[in-house]
């Protein structure tokens, strides 16, 4: 099962990971400050001793038997220190020793650490300096009186350096960063926890939520962490409640549209069954054939136009001759508008380049030059034009000199169900609202204006040109 992410670990982390960092580098500059050169601590420890055996030394004008017996302590005291050492710790670091040499201004010895004759303290030079015994590492320091009378030299092992190296780190370093982890670890985790509360009073807000409630999430106390989160949420359910609202009133507006055609067809199937004459089956078969084709025609263009309205619908564009697609077009018109003797004139440039989606760019099209022929009285004229304008864009123009559109209800009749009253023409109110959303997914838009010899209606459509 895989484990899920948990922000009040991670802030816990983060948080921890800082005192680690920092912890790590206090140690780093413990270690540097310890073995750097010849101001390192343990450096300064050797020549601060070696200094005070000298100044002690100065004091006694006594006897040389009385300075031997005075180094003789202070030698006592170095093994007993490193004893205690080598006793807690000779499993871990078993090298532990501290070495002491005293001579006089002639180098005769005075004093030397009993039983370390094999370590060449003698050959120190002044000052801090490193050598070996066999695979033993030493550091040693030698220092004079002012008046050389006195020669001290220290030297003790780099596994007792190492030891105290490690347990200064230990002592002062890892016990106390361990339970201050121990200790931030709790108090971060309660503060998290505590901090992220508004979130999980947000989640709660929301699992309370019923379905259809999808008014704007209202907090009495607002965070700036959960502002953006709470004001994208309520964006997302007014847009969320916008496209619902559309779609049942959709659904509604079609219902009503479809009942109409279904109660025709219904009728006329029952007038058609119960006929007893053939000229009233004649009839009746008709209307059954014409209540069908409107079916499918309204049915048709509610599932484009609840194709083309989804937000995440992705057109798929190509690029077409202009010219040669409405010429198709027009074609597959032409023996309806020679039904009605309606002269189709087209004016285009021989080729014409445009990006679109072909697939809906037909539908579009298709609706305006029905709509012209429908519209557009017997023996009357459609003209169709294509031109290329200035701006780099394509204008394709489709006028009639039919009944047209007042221009108070040029914008209206854009909008899904609406028809112009007093239309003797049945449709269903949704052709032009395809094309004007066909056309802004395709990077243009449409227009009404007036159509041929100062009547009728004109459709501008105004595309991008291709390249």
Not at 380 to 403: F, M, W
Request: glycine residues 6%; proline residues 3%.
């Amino acid at each position: 099962m895989k484990l899920k992410r948990s922000l009040l670990l991670r802030l816990i982390a983060s948080q921890l990971l800082v005192v680690i960092v920092f912890s790590l580098i206090a140690m780093g500059n413990v270690v540097w400050q310890t073995t750097r050169g010849s101001t390192g601590d343990y450096d300064q420890q050797m020549m601060g001793l070696a200094k005070i055996i000298l100044a002690k030394l100065d004091e006694k004008n006594a006897s040389p038997e009385l300075l031997v017996r005075y180094l003789e302590v202070m030698g006592d005291v170095l093994r007993s220190g490193n004893t205690a050492i080598e006793t807690s710790k000779t499993d871990l670091v078993p090298n532990f020793d501290i070495v002491m040499r005293v001579t006089d201004k002639s180098g005769q010895e005075i004093y030397r650490t009993p039983e370390r004759s094999h370590v060449p303290i003698n050959l120190i030079p002044l000052g801090s300096s490193d050598f070996s015994v066999g695979r033993q590492t030493w550091r040693g320091y030698s220092v004079q009186s002012r008046d050389q009378s006195l020669t001290v030299q220290i030297a003790q092992t780099s596994d007792t350096i190492d030891y105290g190296l490690v347990d200064t780190i230990v002592r002062f370093i890892l016990w106390p960063l361990f339970l201050f982890l121990s200790v931030a670890g709790l108090m971060t985790w309660f503060a998290s926890r505590r901090g992220l509360t508004p979130l999980h009073e947000l989640a709660d807000m929301v699992s309370r939520r019923s379905p259809v409630d999808l008014k704007p999430l209202e907090q009495t106390v607002t965070y700036a962490e959960t502002e953006p989160l709470i004001n994208e949420i309520n964006s997302l359910l007014l847009k969320l409640n916008t496209t619902l609202t559309r779609e049942r009133n959709f659904l509604a507006d079609a219902a009503h549209e479809l009942r109409t055609p279904l109660a025709l067809i219904q009728a006329q199937a029952h007038v058609l069954r119960h006929a007893t004459t053939e000229a009233e089956k004649n009839m009746a078969s008709t209307e059954l054939n014409q209540g069908i084709d409107r079916a499918a025609s309204l049915i048709q263009k509610l599932l484009l136009t609840a194709r083309v309205s989804v937000e995440d619908f992705v057109p798929h564009f190509e690029l077409i001759d202009l010219t040669g697609f409405v010429q198709e077009r027009i074609a597959t018109f032409s023996v309806l508008a020679a039904e009605k003797k309606i002269d189709m004139e087209l004016s285009a440039p021989a080729r014409c380049m445009v990006n679109i989606d072909r697939e809906t760019f037909i539908s579009a099209v298709d609706n305006v030059l029905d709509n012209a022929i429908r519209y557009t009285p017997e023996g009357g004229e459609t003209n169709i034009s294509i031109a290329l304008l200035a701006e780099s864009s394509v204008s394709l123009r489709i006028a009639d000199n039919g009944s047209g559109i007042s221009h108070e209800l040029h914008e209206r009749v854009f909008e899904r169900f609406f028809r112009v009253a007093g239309s003797e023409q049945q449709g269903s109110g949704l052709g032009l609202a395809i094309v004007k959303r066909v056309l802004a997914l395709d990077g243009g838009n449409v227009a009404l204006s007036t159509g041929l010899q100062q009547r009728g209606l004109g459709v501008d459509f105004t595309l991008p040109a291709a390249g």
